[in-house]
């Protein structure tokens, strides 16, 4: 080495790249994310190799799982030409798709009321009661919440014995047995149970905007709603957009459990919906391939869906994923 003259990067000369130089500052961030990147690998990524079973005639019993489904007999789309033809594809999609929006529409919007009505509250006593009443149904099983639901209306429910004390009907109504209720039904249950936890990150949103903002508005005479339409919702508006971009992405998926629970012979027409059509014949009737591709089709749209929105929102100028 030459007096004066530092040689000490020629060896490793990736170093002066700032990509590398990033990564290798922030070394203990990108340590922290491995046990994420294991995950999503081994348990959503993974296991799409099983989506070769929505090309091929597979059947369980030629051997092990890798065996009977590399040596199956290809089939191409014959499985979802199947689904398509179907008798069953337009009203499993009717029912998806209605009681998806339904649950979209009241939903997505009653987290934002809640988060904005939680801030107005000034008893903080109170505020934590409500918080804490809302948040519990989503840490509640769907084979709980199912049974309060039917429980509240059964012919003789306290939803049908107060009706009758209105004198709105004269005797109870069978609201699981009706099939044209069943889609509001699931739509307010979906809500009840996820309302107070999809609050939280609008009130973590809410908490973050500048108290200078409130306060110059005050000065210019705005009074409580006009804060609230003028400063607040519109500093709430790249939270929301990305929380509508990512809501509309799992339109066809509706769920399973709250579908296959609420659900019976009675209101099946209306209730059968992409997840339990598939569970139906993929499990009960061992028609795996058939299964998967209608899975895989509902997949696909859920992908279109995000990537339209997305690119909707970034041509509007407003916030978008990507």
């Given at each position: 080495?030459?007096?004066?003259?530092?040689?000490?990067?020629?060896?490793t000369?990736?170093?002066?790249?700032?990509?590398?130089?990033?990564?290798?500052?922030?070394?203990?961030?990108?340590?922290?994310?491995?046990?994420?990147?294991?995950?999503?690998?081994?348990?959503?990524?993974?296991p799409?190799v099983?989506?070769?079973?929505?090309?091929?005639?597979?059947?369980?019993t030629?051997?092990?799982?890798?065996?009977?489904?590399?040596?199956?007999?290809?089939?191409?789309?014959?499985?979802?030409?199947?689904?398509?033809?179907?008798?069953?594809?337009?009203?499993?999609?009717?029912?998806t798709?209605?009681?998806?929006?339904?649950?979209?529409s009241?939903?997505?919007?009653?987290?934002?009321?809640?988060?904005?009505?939680l801030?107005?509250?000034?008893?903080?006593?109170?505020?934590?009661?409500?918080?804490?009443?809302s948040?519990?149904?989503?840490?509640?099983?769907?084979?709980?919440?199912?049974?309060?639901?039917?429980?509240?209306?059964?012919?003789?429910?306290?939803?049908?014995?107060?009706?009758?004390?209105?004198?709105?009907?004269?005797?109870?109504?069978?609201?699981?047995?009706?099939?044209?209720?069943?889609?509001?039904?699931?739509?307010?249950?979906?809500?009840?149970?996820d309302?107070?936890?999809?609050?939280?990150?609008?009130?973590?949103?809410?908490?973050?905007?500048?108290?200078?903002?409130?306060?110059?508005?005050?000065?210019?005479?705005?009074?409580?709603?006009?804060?609230?339409?003028?400063?607040l919702?519109?500093?709430?508006?790249?939270?929301?957009?990305?929380?509508?971009i990512?809501?509309?992405?799992?339109?066809?998926?509706?769920?399973?459990?709250?579908?296959?629970?609420?659900?019976?012979?009675?209101?099946?027409?209306?209730?059968?919906?992409?997840?339990?059509?598939?569970?139906?014949?993929?499990?009960?009737?061992?028609?795996?391939?058939?299964?998967?591709?209608?899975?895989?089709?509902?997949?696909?749209?859920?992908f279109?869906?995000?990537?339209?929105?997305?690119?909707?929102?970034?041509?509007?100028?407003?916030?978008?994923?990507f």
């Amino acid at each position: 080495m030459e007096y004066g003259v530092d040689r000490s990067n020629e060896k490793t000369p990736f170093l002066k790249n700032p990509t590398i130089k990033k990564m290798v500052r922030q070394r203990y961030f990108y340590l922290l994310l491995i046990p994420g990147v294991v995950w999503a690998a081994l348990f959503a990524y993974a296991p799409m190799v099983g989506l070769y079973m929505a090309f091929v005639n597979y059947q369980p019993t030629l051997g092990n799982f890798w065996g009977s489904l590399f040596k199956a007999d290809f089939v191409g789309f014959q499985w979802f030409e199947h689904f398509f033809s179907g008798q069953d594809f337009l009203r499993v999609m009717r029912n998806t798709l209605v009681s998806s929006v339904l649950t979209l529409s009241i939903g997505f919007i009653l987290p934002i009321f809640i988060a904005i009505t939680l801030n107005e509250v000034r008893l903080n006593w109170f505020k934590r009661t409500v918080q804490t009443a809302s948040y519990l149904p989503f840490f509640i099983s769907w084979v709980v919440a199912s049974s309060i639901v039917i429980t509240l209306l059964s012919a003789e429910g306290p939803v049908n014995q107060l009706l009758m004390k209105i004198g709105v009907v004269e005797q109870g109504v069978l609201f699981m047995q009706a099939g044209k209720m069943f889609w509001i039904i699931i739509a307010l249950s979906n809500a009840w149970k996820d309302m107070g936890y999809n609050s939280i990150m609008y009130l973590a949103a809410i908490a973050a905007i500048p108290t200078e903002l409130f306060e110059a508005a005050k000065v210019d005479g705005a009074n409580r709603l006009k804060q609230i339409w003028h400063v607040l919702l519109p500093m709430l508006r790249p939270t929301i957009i990305i929380l509508l971009i990512l809501n509309i992405g799992n339109l066809m998926n509706t769920g399973f459990d709250q579908y296959f629970l609420l659900g019976n012979s009675l209101n099946r027409s209306y209730s059968d919906v992409i997840d339990t059509y598939a569970f139906r014949y993929g499990i009960q009737n061992g028609m795996f391939s058939y299964a998967a591709a209608v899975s895989m089709f509902k997949s696909v749209i859920a992908f279109i869906l995000v990537i339209t929105v997305n690119n909707i929102s970034k041509k509007m100028g407003q916030t978008h994923l990507f």
